[in-house]
């Protein structure tokens, strides 16, 4: 994140982020990878205070509205978690040719890994309004529907949509900001 153009300059406030796969692998495409990030963002709401407002998960990237005690650190943790654990599950499992790919275009200045799966940075965009909350939040749940992959946004199982549609989804969702 230090190499970012974009700040957290109010450390406790919600933002929205974006986490993306290096050069869009299709790495969501497997449930245990998913549940790598559902689990490392539970950890984060106990350890951290997280709150995520709103989530999507897609095939190589996810949004998120979420707000902690210090989010820039708590978006580090995240992502340093998530992508050693998502490798070890890619190496467990013998997938070569997405490891082939975050070898490849990993950035030339990390030099003491071998992969890389997340791009840097998180893209963080301070939410200053409730009309921009709601921007934000709907366009998250609409995500998976302009992609046409589905029709209806509570359709999504990784996405915080049925929650807002009064079911339970996968991770506590904080609606109050």
Not at 84 to 108: D, R, V
Not at 150 to 162: C, F, K, L, P
Request: aromatic residues 12%.
């Amino acid at each position: 994140m230090g190499r970012s153009r974009y700040k957290i300059h109010e450390p406790t406030a919600p933002y929205f982020v974006t986490c993306t796969i290096l050069h869009w692998i299709p790495i969501f495409t497997r449930l245990e990878s998913t549940e790598i990030i559902f689990e490392s963002l539970k950890y984060l709401q106990k350890s951290d205070n997280l709150k995520v407002h709103a989530y999507v998960i897609l095939e190589n990237h996810l949004h998120l509205v979420a707000s902690s005690d210090d989010l820039a650190n708590s978006m580090r943790k995240f992502k340093a978690h998530t992508a050693k654990e998502i490798l070890k599950l890619l190496q467990a499992n013998n997938i070569k040719t997405i490891l082939e790919q975050l070898a490849f275009y990993k950035k030339a200045h990390k030099k003491n890994t071998t992969y890389q799966l997340w791009q840097e940075g998180i893209q963080p965009k301070l939410i200053s309004s409730d009309k921009m909350m709601n921007e934000k939040i709907n366009y998250i749940h609409q995500n998976p529907v302009k992609r046409g992959y589905i029709e209806d946004a509570v359709h999504w199982r990784y996405s915080s949509a049925r929650d807002y549609d009064g079911v339970d989804g996968l991770i506590e969702i904080y609606r109050v900001w």
